[in-house]
């Protein structure tokens, strides 16, 4: 009886081997399933990106004023939403849509004779899309009349803009609006309803860059406009703009203008401005006598533009223009060279240079511009030949710049840009993205 026990119980009882290679296989596969190996859970490719959207196009809609917008899935699995935008000038940037399931949009809210740009981004698995952009001018609206044509403006008589057009074509009483745009007045209605198909703008300053814009109405519906851009001379009896305007830096830190007078007799005395991004205009001589003039409160390795104008028989001529670049300091390494920035890593800008020839401890001053927020300072002493900039946000455009430093003597800039892609795991933008002007 107890030999037939014993048996039982050896029969009930797994041997160790067996058990030894249950429990192997049991771990194994508990780490092919950390490791996302297994499938029970995870099918294959479902942690993948999908792949960008294609065949985009573009159809005009079948009535009204309209933009429509048509674009293609990304490829791959899984809920796909979509976000858009418009911006134009008039009414700033627009948010159209944040969780648009299609694959098409028609945006029926547009003017007339309107620049639009949209923007549209995929979002899948909370991971957004770098934006597939596109822009587009509106018609006028149904029935308008032609925008007025060959429109052109002279100046036969100093001081007297004189703007002229041809009627469009069809019948009907047509009016016509007119508009003068210009950097030190901004914009100015000259005319709402004038019959003429000429005008004369009287109200204009020398030497000064106009532009015109004149629409047709017909019927109350006004047609897209007509655009001419018109720089105004001297007055009358002005000498002739100096000659052969030149800049240079022989000197560091110097810079020389040199010019030419206008031809005639007379005194003629010189009036000169600097303009840069940094100070704005700065006057620099009001009734300089020599054709030379050294402007020596410059900044190394910063763009300047420089006007003179010549005044004979008190009237100023118009103006002469050069633009500038000073150089490095006197003693400046050389700017790093080879600059390059990469995104290897989605979300990290690695910049990459060449350290300046010659020796002695350098340093490096790095520095970051966007749209989104300005200028930033990354680095002001740094000694390695790479930074990786981390702080950065997808689908965005940024500027670097860096300089080197040796012996406190700074180099002129090395730039570089470079376009951020899409946040990791991400779908491909909406690709080939156009919009048509729908119903015309």
Not at 14 to 19: G, H, R
Not at 207 to 223: F, K, M, P, Q
Not at 386 to 414: C, F, G, H, L, M
């Amino acid at each position: 009886m107890d030999g037939k026990i014993q048996v039982a119980r050896l029969l009930r009882r797994p041997p160790l081997s067996f058990v030894l290679r249950v429990g192997v296989l049991a771990l194994v596969a508990s780490l092919l399933s950390f490791a996302g190996l297994a499938t029970a859970q995870d099918p294959p490719g479902s942690q993948d990106p999908p792949s960008q959207p294609g065949n985009l196009d573009a159809q005009m809609g079948s009535s009204g004023l309209q933009v429509v917008l048509s674009w293609d899935a990304p490829a791959g699995d899984g809920a796909t939403t979509y976000r858009i935008q418009r911006f134009s000038t008039s009414d700033g940037t627009v948010s159209l849509a944040t969780a648009q399931t299609a694959t098409t949009y028609t945006d029926t809210n547009v003017q007339p004779d309107t620049t639009y740009w949209y923007d549209v981004w995929a979002t899948r698995n909370s991971l957004e899309s770098v934006k597939a952009s596109v822009s587009i001018t509106t018609g006028a609206a149904a029935g308008a009349p032609d925008a007025p044509g060959n429109l052109t403006a002279s100046e036969d008589t100093p001081g007297e803009v004189v703007l002229s057009w041809d009627a469009p074509a069809g019948d009907g009483a047509t009016t016509y609006r007119i508009q003068r745009l210009s950097t030190s007045y901004g914009t100015v209605s000259l005319a709402t309803a004038q019959t003429a198909t000429t005008f004369t703008d009287t109200n204009v300053q020398p030497d000064t860059g106009y532009w015109y814009d004149v629409w047709a109405t017909r019927n109350s519906l006004e047609s897209v406009k007509a655009t001419v851009v018109f720089r105004t001379g001297a007055p009358a009896g002005a000498p002739d703009a100096p000659g052969n305007l030149t800049a240079s830096e022989e000197t560091p830190g110097t810079v020389v203008l040199s010019w030419d007078a206008p031809a005639g007799d007379g005194d003629t005395t010189y009036r000169i401005a600097r303009l840069s991004a940094s100070d704005g205009t700065v006057s620099l001589a009001t009734a300089q006598t020599g054709t030379t003039f050294t402007d020596s409160n410059v900044q190394p390795d910063t763009g300047y533009w420089y006007d003179v104008w010549a005044t004979r028989n008190s009237l100023e001529s118009v103006k002469a223009t050069v633009a500038f670049r000073t150089g490095a300091a006197a003693g400046a390494p050389d700017a790093p060279g080879s600059l390059t920035a990469s995104e290897d890593t989605p979300g990290e800008v690695v910049l990459s240079w060449d350290a300046p020839a010659g020796d002695g401890a350098t340093t490096y001053r790095i520095q970051r511009f966007s749209v989104s927020d300005g200028t930033v300072s990354l680095a002001t002493a740094q000694t390695a030949t790479s930074y990786t900039d981390s702080n950065v946000q997808p689908d965005t455009d940024y500027w670097y710049d860096v300089w080197a430093t040796r012996n406190s003597v700074e180099s002129i800039k090395a730039s570089v840009s470079i376009t951020t892609g899409a946040a990791a795991g991400a779908p491909d933008p909406p690709g080939n993205l156009e919009a048509n002007i729908g119903g015309l």
